[in-house]
């Protein structure tokens, strides 16, 4: 095992260039995918918001589409990093043929070649997944400082900006100024984001990405030492 794993470092780092680069798109994806769920995630509780305040049933609607646009945008990043990860590792591999048929010249076997290429992949997905959290930890605040610009600019394009203007309003309140107070507090306590919502996805997303990429290097590896012709004499 430990020879595997001194091979796989090894090759990693020959090919430094590759490994970066999915470094890289995988860290990127796995933010994106992360943002995306924590926005769908805060809209949730604004309705629940709306909804124990007795907002209208068409404002209610109108944020549930956005969960459908989130949701939307979700898939479709699913589906750009399954393109993206197939593309780099399509040079990828090609770039690695001449190393393949050594290590097929050299008698290791394609369950061999496929299994160091899937430790590699893994350790750079282990990286990846280790830079993103660590940068969600140390960038907290600015992180959900993100998260509510993001989902506030998205109100700005559409009616739904008057939702917190309702919502003042239906509060029942003696007086103007307690109206406001209760405003304050709900608009507090929307922007206590904490930790444990930003990573409550995080590992289903993690999985996500690990399952494509894993599937997607050892398809792309199968082909190539297929394509390896090697004889041996027994």
Known sequence: MLKSLHYAFADLYYYKKSTLITTIMFSIFLL?????RNLIDLNKFWISQLAEYGSEEKMLQSYQNW??????FYIGSIILF????????????????????????????KMYILKQVLVE??????????????????FQNVY???LIHVHSLAEAESPLITGSLIVTENIPASTIGADYQTAG????????????DIFAKFNRNIAVLIGITLFTAALFTICVVRKSKVTFRK
């Open 67 to 72: 969960n459908s646009i989130y949701s939307t």
């Open 121 to 138: 992949v893994l350790i750079i997905t282990l990286v990846a997944t280790l830079i993103v959290s660590s940068f969600l930890l140390i």
């Open 144 to 146: 959900e400082s993100v």
């Open 32 to 36: 994106t995918l992360n943002v995306i």
């Open 82 to 109: 399954a393109a993206v990860i197939s593309i780099v590792f399509y040079f990828g591999i090609n770039e690695r043929k001449s190393l393949v048929q050594k290590c097929r010249l050299l008698g290791f076997s």
């Open 185 to 196: 507090l709900f608009s507090f306590d929307l922007q206590r984001f904490s930790l444990i």
